[in-house]
């Protein structure tokens, strides 16, 4: 089947607090967003790439990003408005793999792993995620005292790429929506439709880039990807 990467990158990137929105700034002498383009550009599963863009981005340009092969849609209000956007021109048997344009260390053998889902029987899609590592706290609601502490056991970071059948995941994320549910990624809208979604032991090099701090690091990985 044919398998099109869409690439939320419309966000503003608040948590940065940089001059610009995240995925424009540079790591190793490339912006975020060529890294993650060129990472799914280059899987040779993958037949077709999407990008949401703020309508009107002047760094896209500015980067000569439009040059690549690549497809442009605007993005949303919402992760899930840029997303579903990018899904509009996908066929009735296309896969859709979401990859967060803030996540530039993507390995090409956590897609390939990701992308065996398309041949099974028991889930309707999955998504790569890392078991959480630091003890996990509740707190009483609106404040900041500790109700108790989590079972760790069980709980996982969802990352991206996540790949859902693209028919299943536009009426997904539709639905969703409209009920004003919170649909933080595309499985929690799967969920919501009762669909199966599996859980991909991914790489926890995989970072989404959000603080300042994450620069630094993703550099790193980024490093070692290609060493
Ligand atoms: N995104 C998007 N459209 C939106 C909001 C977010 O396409 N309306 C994208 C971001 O560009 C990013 C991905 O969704 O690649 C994950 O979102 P996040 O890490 O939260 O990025 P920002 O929303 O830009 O950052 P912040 O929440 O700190 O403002
Ligand atoms: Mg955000």
């Not at 760790?152 to 639905?175: I, S, V």
Request: aromatic share 4%.
């Amino acid at each position: 089947p044919r398998v099109v990467a869409v690439i939320p990158a419309a966000g503003v990137g608040s948590r940065m607090q940089a001059d610009r929105p995240k995925q424009y700034l540079t790591l190793n002498g490339k912006t975020i967003l060529e890294h993650t383009i060129d990472a799914l550009l280059h899987h040779p599963l993958i037949d077709d790439v999407i990008v949401a863009i703020t309508p009107g981005d002047a760094y896209f340009d500015q980067y000569r990003l439009r040059e690549k092969p690549i497809h442009v849609v605007d993005g949303g209000k919402e992760r899930a408005d840029s997303v579903l956007n990018g899904l509009m021109s996908l066929g009735e048997n296309d896969w859709a793999l979401v990859h967060d344009a803030a996540r530039p260390c993507i390995e090409e053998s956590d897609i390939s792993a990701l992308l065996e889902l398309i041949n099974s029987d028991e889930v309707s899609g999955g998504i790569l995620a890392t078991p959480v590592r630091d003890t996990m706290k509740r707190v009483k609601s609106s404040t900041n005292v500790i109700s108790h502490t989590e079972d760790r056991d069980g709980l996982w970071h969802a990352l991206t790429p996540q790949l859902f059948p693209a028919r299943l995941l536009k009426r997904a994320l539709q639905n969703g929506l409209s009920q004003g549910a919170n649909i933080t990624d595309e499985a929690s809208a799967m969920e919501l439709e009762g669909y199966k979604v599996a859980m991909v032991n991914g790489s926890p090099a995989n970072i989404k880039i959000t603080h300042p701090a994450d620069l630094p690091l993703a550099e790193f990985y980024l490093k070692q990807k290609f060493s």
